[in-house]
Structures are given as structure tokens and as C-alpha cells.
């Protein structure tokens, strides 16, 4: 019995009305003046409501390398010059001409990811790889795995003298967001990044599918 009429005064239409009615007794009597009274609340339909909706409403945790997911668009367009032009070959970065500072080459597959930096010519001074760095097997192909080869490309870079790049990223894998990242937190500034991976627009055909 007790419960059913709890049940009742929950419902908004009848709790909107229990706390008129009690309003206006503690307005027509003296009661406030004698007594330290204060106006009581019901609670919410919604308590009890289910723990696995609100952990769905909340936002998920980043659990990828250190700033994958964190773009700051806005910031980014804000700058005028940010594409280039006419004059880009010849802009000054660092006292060095953008025609003639290094190249870090990036090939993302899903197994592994490779960087070479080589200088404006095209000649080769340092070659890395997540295999080289330590990581076997399926790890090879993870971004964890690219952002330490990055970071280890940056200390030997900085060791031969070189402090800005520009990068080249090529290929679809999970390392790409990733070993850019680590190239900024190995301590080497970014000028530009281009992306040349190939697209076909006549594509081989596709394997037949996988019997069950």
C-alpha cells in the first residue's frame, strides 16, 4: 500500500500539485515565523534509471597514442598562409629555403611502417622501421610501435644537425596520425606534410570471399 502511493506522488502532474496544496497551507498559516521549515523535494523518476545508458552517454576515453585524436581545426584556419604558393619554393624556414630542407618519407601499411629521411637531392641518410626498433610480429603493425620509430628517426636526425622537415606520408595503416606525432615529440618542427598516397580508379578485381 505504502509503496503504490509512493509510486503516485512521483508522477509529475501529482507532485506539482502536493507541493502547490503545500505551499499555499504554509503561506496561509503562521508556521515560518515560529518554526525553521524549509520545502521538500521528491526524487526524480529518472533515479533508478539504468547504469549502462548513462556509461554509453559519456564520452569514451582517448586510449591512442598521445594526441591521435586531438585536431585543433580552428586554430589551423586561421592562418592565411597555410597552403602554398608561387613564392613557397623560396620562403625562408630557420634561415633554410622550403626547396631545400629534408624529407621524412613515410610508408604506412598495416604491418609495419617504414621512414627514410633524405636530403632536397633525394640521397639517403637515415632508414627506420618498427621491425628495426625492437617490435615482432603483429606489434610491427601498431601506432605505438610507429610513434617510438618516429621519436628514434628524430634523435638521430638531431644528431646529424637537422631540426626542421617536411614529411611525406604514404599508405592507409594505423601508424599515420601516429608517427607524425612522434616526430613533433621527438623534437623535429614539421613545415609541411603531403600525402601521395596512390589512388586507382580502375582497381583489380577484389579476391573471392572466404568460405565458411
Not at 10 to 24: D, G, V, W, Y
Not at 38 to 55: E, K, V
Not at 101 to 126: A, E, F, H, Q, R
Amino acid at each position: 500500500m505504502l509503496k503504490s502511493l509512493l509510486n503516485i506522488i512521483k508522477l509529475p502532474t501529482t507532485e506539482r500539485l502536493c507541493l502547490q496544496a503545500f505551499q499555499s497551507q504554509i503561506r496561509s498559516s503562521n508556521i515560518l515565523n515560529n518554526v525553521n521549515a524549509r520545502c521538500m523535494h521528491i526524487t526524480s523518476i529518472n533515479f533508478g534509471q539504468d547504469r549502462r545508458t548513462l556509461a554509453a552517454s559519456t564520452p569514451k576515453k582517448d586510449e591512442g597514442v598521445d594526441g591521435e585524436r586531438v585536431v585543433d581545426i580552428d586554430n589551423i584556419l586561421k592562418h592565411n598562409d597555410i597552403f602554398p604558393d608561387i613564392n613557397t619554393p623560396n620562403k625562408l624556414f630557420n634561415d633554410i629555403p622550403f626547396k631545400e630542407i629534408p624529407i621524412v618519407n613515410i610508408k604506412c601499411t598495416p604491418n609495419n611502417t617504414l621512414m627514410t629521411m633524405s636530403d632536397y637531392k633525394g640521397t639517403v641518410k637515415i632508414i627506420h622501421t618498427c621491425g628495426t626498433e625492437g617490435f615482432k610480429h603483429a606489434k610491427k603493425g601498431t601506432n605505438v610501435a610507429a610513434q617510438a620509430t618516429a621519436i628514434t628517426l628524430c634523435k638521430k636526425a638531431i644528431n646529424m644537425g637537422y631540426k626542421t622537415v617536411r614529411v611525406r606520408i604514404r599508405g592507409l595503416g594505423p601508424g599515420r596520425a601516429s608517427s607524425i606525432k612522434g616526430i613533433q615529440m621527438g623534437g623535429l618542427e614539421i613545415i609541411s606534410i603531403t600525402d601521395y598516397t596512390p589512388v586507382t580508379w580502375n582497381p583489380l578485381r577484389p579476391r573471392k570471399a572466404k568460405r565458411l
